[in-house]
């Protein structure tokens, strides 16, 4: 059984808000599990719904560059917000970027491709901008979609350069549409998920098992209600949909008009151009998601940057 530490009590409690004393149970009952842990907590009704998008943890850029019915993002870390200003930087995240669109997102392909304006490769150049800039860089992913017939349509948020900020996002809508209308469509989408964040455009396409984990526990906290087990499937059945209407992009609320849901504005795009259209796939990149943030002790590290 894993040690249950104050530090684990406290990350426990960070992802669900629940008191101390409840996260350490929760711990206890699991064996020192935190995914674990914060099931029990939400059977409990302890906990709200943890979300798994992480904790903004590195900083850097991410980019998005799209043409032609084809998009590709990056997301390029440093070790401090001050070098996204940095314009050796944004430079260098930008070549990176529409390198991206030429080898079709392949993270291995695209640290061995050549940049045209230097001849070195993409890390000889990450390695010469460390050397530059003086902070550790490094390119941590790359997603690619391509779309025919349509259009891939690009969105950056919390943009500090052109094409260039902490959250981007690529759509595909296939449809034989004007390529004007549909990029239009496809900007206010991307847009929705980057505000949204969905986990998957239809039902069908969410993992099987968050779905199963989700139902086992909308399931545990219904019988706790002590209703009759035809009502308990009812109640689960129910916030299932709430589920759905939170986690896949069709179901959302509409960001820009509320009243209507996402796949109700497929169907006017459709009705409206006399041609359907769907959303093909979409990615979402946020900067440093998943990764944990060093924490610094500033008057500890002057402490000893004086030999005090």
């Not at 390198?99 to 070195?120: F, M, N």
């Not at 709430?242 to 459709?270: H, I, N, S, T």
């Amino acid at each position: 059984m894993a040690q249950i530490t104050a530090s684990l009590v406290k990350e426990l409690r960070e992802r669900t808000g629940a008191g101390m004393m409840d996260c350490k149970k929760a711990l206890q009952e699991t064996g020192g599990d935190l995914e674990a842990a914060v099931d029990w907590l939400r059977k409990k009704g302890l906990a709200a719904a943890a979300k798994k998008a992480g904790r903004a943890a590195t900083e850097g850029l991410v980019a998005v560059v799209v043409e032609d019915g084809r998009g590709a993002v990056v997301e390029v870390n440093s070790e401090t917000d001050f070098v996204a200003r940095n314009e050796t930087f944004q430079e260098l995240v930008g070549r990176i970027a529409r390198l991206a669109l030429a080898v079709r997102g392949d993270l291995e392909a695209l640290k061995g491709a050549r940049v045209a304006e230097t001849g070195r490769s993409v890390e000889e150049e990450i390695t010469h901008a460390v050397a530059t800039i003086g902070e550790n860089i490094r390119l941590r992913r790359a997603a690619y979609l391509e779309v025919a017939p349509g259009v891939v349509a690009g969105y950056v948020h919390a943009q500090s350069a052109p094409g260039m900020g902490r959250i981007g996002v690529l759509v595909a809508l296939r449809s034989e549409a004007a390529p004007e209308q549909l990029a239009e469509l496809g900007k206010q989408l991307a847009m929705q998920v980057a505000a949204a964040s969905p986990q998957a455009v239809t039902v069908e396409g969410l993992d099987p098992a968050v779905v199963a984990r989700e139902r086992e526990i909308l399931a545990e906290q219904a019988r706790a209600s002590g209703k009759p087990d035809h009502i308990v499937q009812k109640m689960v059945e129910g916030r299932l949909r709430k589920f759905y209407e939170e986690a896949v992009l069709l179901e959302q609320r509409f960001v820009m008009d509320p009243d209507r849901k996402v796949r109700d504005v497929l169907a006017a795009f459709a009705k409206e151009t006399g041609t359907p259209v769907e959303v093909a796939d979409f990615v979402r990149v946020a900067l440093g998601e998943g990764l944990e943030k060093k924490e610094e002790d500033f008057a500890a590290e002057v402490a000893q940057m004086s030999g005090r």
